[in-house]
Nanobody, 115 residues
Framework: QVQLVESGGGLVQPGGSLRLSCAAS????????MGWYRQAPGKERELVAT???????NYADSAKGRFTISRDYAKNTVYLQMNSLKPEDTAVYYC?????????WGQGTQVTVSS
């Protein structure tokens, strides 16, 4: 059974930071590209960042320079460090695993950026 469990969301003031975590189980973590996506109210789900099995990263323009994706193979966990947060970053953030056996999603974690 595949499980992607996100944590680390919450309420933060503009300019603040959060680190999201996604613990993966039931997949061969080392065979999956891992990613973070987000969905704001009334909007489509969009890519935030991905990291391949060799550590190559890709970021949405909105995330470049502010967010950093990383992965820990020993912990089967992927992280998203988010700095200089803006109100428009408010969304539900979803973890994604994309590999040879399919594409999987976590349940999401809410990030709210507000003063």
């Amino acid at each position: 059974q595949v499980q992607l469990v996100e944590s680390g969301g919450g309420l933060v003031q503009p300019g603040g930071s959060l680190r999201l975590s996604c613990a993966a189980s039931g997949i061969v973590f080392s065979s999956n590209t891992m990613g973070w996506y987000r969905q704001a109210p009334g909007k489509e789900r969009e890519l935030v960042a991905t990291i391949t099995i060799i550590g190559s990263t890709n970021y949405a323009d909105s995330a470049k320079g502010r967010f950093t994706i990383s992965r820990d193979y020993a912990k089967n966990t992927v992280y998203l460090q988010m700095n200089s947060l803006k109100p428009e970053d408010t969304a539900v953030y979803y973890c994604n695993a994309d590999g040879p056996w399919g594409k999987y999603w976590g349940q999401g974690t809410q990030v709210t950026v507000s003063s």
